[in-house]
């Protein structure tokens, strides 16, 4: 029997552990990927600790940004071949059949499989996909490059398509993470003037080398400002995030909400939010067409991942930096 070395979940209090597993087979729409690159986002460490109400499904392999080469195909598989490279991403499987799915918005179907949360992810050597789920990888994208598209930038691309303007409109930018930094890139193309905040002294210089006016939360209360902008993307689990944005946006304007962190719930001014006409929409991944308009905008070389590699033995590691906010790039990718 072939093996794979898998970080695997058993238990919430006993963390994860790299194991020898048996080599997944592939079922009739699956293929069997061989992993090159696999990001990790705030959702593993979520999953990991278990820390939202709806919990994975254990024993769990973590990881849904997956880039790998096709290595044997189920028997109904179509459109792929061995020897591809494809991205693997969050949504793994839906039911196809709801008016989610039959309208192409299956990331919102109530039947959806989650990769790396309730079936098998991509932290592994080796993971089976299902093939209407998965998209092929251009030959000129590095695999550490493109595996964080599956999920960061397919979640900052889909919220920047829905707040687009076309006037002259300024967006706010809380957070610059492993989202946040794709999203300031892909809103260059939306919005006249981008603004990010963010607490760390690293990330507000990668946010201002894309472009942005940056500060950090204190400096931009400290401005005492009023409502100067017509949309905001709030990608961090913060709740003062939030009341930043309130104060910040234009009578009118749309709120954004991206990040998941473990706070519950999220106290907001009534008053306020009603009078003023303000919108807060939440916002969850995108479907598998805006992947591909993803993977093509960074094919054509318009936007780039700010993404650091580290062997997969280092996955302890890395959720550790990760949980502390030590990452030095907004994503890092771990390679088998
Ligand atoms: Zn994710
Ligand atoms: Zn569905």
Redesign the pocket.
């Known amino acids: 029997m072939r093996t794979m070395r898998a970080a695997v979940l058993r238990d919430f209090s006993l963390g994860i552990h790299l194991e020898d597993l048996p080599i997944p087979e592939p079922k009739p729409n699956q293929v069997l990927v061989r992993i090159l690159a696999s990001g990790i ?3 593993d460490l979520h999953a990991v600790q278990g820390s939202w109400d709806k919990k994975p499904v254990l024993p769990l392999i973590p990881g ?2 997956g880039v790998g080469i096709i290595e044997a195909l189920g028997s109904k598989v179509t459109g792929f071949k061995c020897d591809q490279k494809v991205l693997i991403p ?1 949504v793994g499987r839906t039911c196809r059949a709801c008016a989610f799915c039959s309208s192409g918005r299956e990331n919102y179907c109530e039947r959806q499989f989650n990769t790396g949360y309730v079936i098998p992810g991509t932290h592994a050597e080796y993971t089976t996909a299902d093939f209407r789920h998965i998209i092929h990888v251009p030959e000129n994208l590095d695999p550490v490059q493109a595996a964080p598209l599956a ?2 930038g397919l ?1 900052a691309f889909e919220i920047i398509s829905q707040l687009q303007s076309k006037e002259n409109q300024t967006l706010l930018v809380l957070g610059v993470g492993g989202v946040g930094h794709l999203a300031i890139q892909y809103a260059r193309d939306f919005f006249s003037r981008i603004i990010a905040i963010d607490c760390s002294g690293h990330r507000i210089s990668q946010a201002r080398e894309f472009g942005a006016e940056t500060y950090s939360p204190e400096e931009w209360n400290s401005l005492g400002t009023k409502p100067s902008v017509d949309a905001a993307a709030v990608f961090t689990a913060d709740p003062k995030a939030v009341v930043d944005s309130i104060r910040a946006i234009r009578n009118g304007g749309t709120i954004a909400l991206v990040g998941l962190g473990k706070h519950k719930e999220l106290a907001m001014p009534w008053f306020e939010l009603v009078t003023r006409g303000i919108r807060v929409v939440g916002s969850h ?1 995108g479907p598998i067409s805006t992947l591909k308009e993803v993977m093509l905008y960074h094919q054509l070389g318009k936007a780039r991942v700010l993404s650091e590699a580290k062997p997969l033995s280092d996955i302890h590691m890395a959720l550790t930096e990760l949980s502390q906010g030590k990452n030095l790039s907004p994503r890092i990718v771990l390679v088998p």
């Open positions: 986002c705030h959702t849904h940004e969050w999920c960061a979640t991944v």
